[in-house]
């Protein structure tokens, strides 16, 4: 009869294949970062646009 | 392109105001350095990879004015609003415009825009409104100073209205959902080279990544999240607008359009002096426009509402797919893996539906599936029979 094989921790290798899939969810080449910097951008959060003199209205 | 330059702070409002009342010339000189100020990278940053003439990052090569002749007639800070644009600037894709415009803003603006111009049917503007009333019919109702980046009109082209259909069905190879006020079809000049794949393209593009936000938390079953099929369409649009945008073109007809289309988008976000002015007041932009499209008797379409919810987010996804970002199946899972692109895909997956009432959460080809499923090629013989069960209860005998 054939003995049972112990169990074992997974192989570093495949923990390091898992933390890089992982890795490319949050966007390793800065797809997600990019992204929210255009978003930024186009929302006018930054950079924030320096709106010139009017004499009628003072923003605050 | 005006609401980037308002921004999204608490002091929106107030600094919207104060666009409105500026002077045209100064608005002008804004559009101006926002010209100068696009990004003009020959590599993307991000990847070193080259950018094409005509992409995101290096939209046009067509000069803007000088920024020292800007400087020199205006002044610095005491006119024009930034002395240092040359920031890496985007404007929104020419979708943002599309969608805008679907709602009919334009239409029932230029209606009303005329009404004041002409009479006093509509009663008198508020003092703010006057301003607004001047800009308005300056910036986009007038012909444009000479050499201005945004003057797409000419003896060549003198219907700006015309222009822009032409520059919607090139690039997205569709009209508007609307014609002349008489519901005849609009004339405008249909070129040959016009995307008239995109349309079916995005939206096998859009099933696809739903399927992908539908299973992305599943822990068993089966996944039919199809990444490479997701890269393909990706790819497709890709190639099909950068396509348009060869060299550049179509890059200052994109800047005028969108930057129009956000002016009176940026309107109808409060209730601004002009909606006070007719009484036009709301919670939403949509409810705005209907209010005001009543006041001059020219209906607003009744999908609006999912037209103004389209409009930031689509443009946002295509200027990632013009960058060919998607191309690759491994950034495909940022797609519907939690996060500003997901939240975005959803957003267009969901108002896209709605606005097109074609569902892009039904599986691709279900429909047929169903038809056939439902079909069981029984004989006469075999057709099921209903008997009654003791609780009086129908059941189907199989």
Known sequence: ?60 | MFRTIVGNGSNRIQRANHLFCSHPAQLSAMMEQYWNGRMLNAANPRTNQSNSLGSPQRRSEVGAYPLNYLLNTWGADSFISRNAPNDNLYWLHLIYAYMIENTRLYEIFKKVVTAYLVGEKLGVPVGEAQSWLRNTEELFFSDPSPFAVYNVRSRLRPDVEATRRNAYFRMFGMDLNHGQADNQAYPFHKAGAANRDFVSTLEDFMQEVWVGISNTSNTSGANRTDNAAIANFARQLHDMLNDRRLNGNLAREEFYFVSMMSWFHLTLEFNSPILTSLRAEGSREDQRLLRMAERVGLPSHAKAYDFFQLADPLARILIQIELGNFNDENNVPLLFADGPLERDMRTIITHWSMATGRDMKVRRGQNVSIASSNYRGYTTAQVPKVTANGNGEAVTAL
Do not use: C, F, R
């Open chain 1, 1 to 60: 009869m054939a003995s049972k094989k112990p169990i074992t921790a997974p192989p570093a290798s495949s923990l390091a294949k898992s933390k890089s899939v992982s890795k490319t969810l949050q966007g390793p080449v800065g797809i997600v970062e990019e992204y929210e910097t255009i978003q930024k951008m186009l929302d006018g959060e930054a950079p924030q646009w320096i709106l010139p003199p009017n004499p009628k209205i003072q923003i605050s």
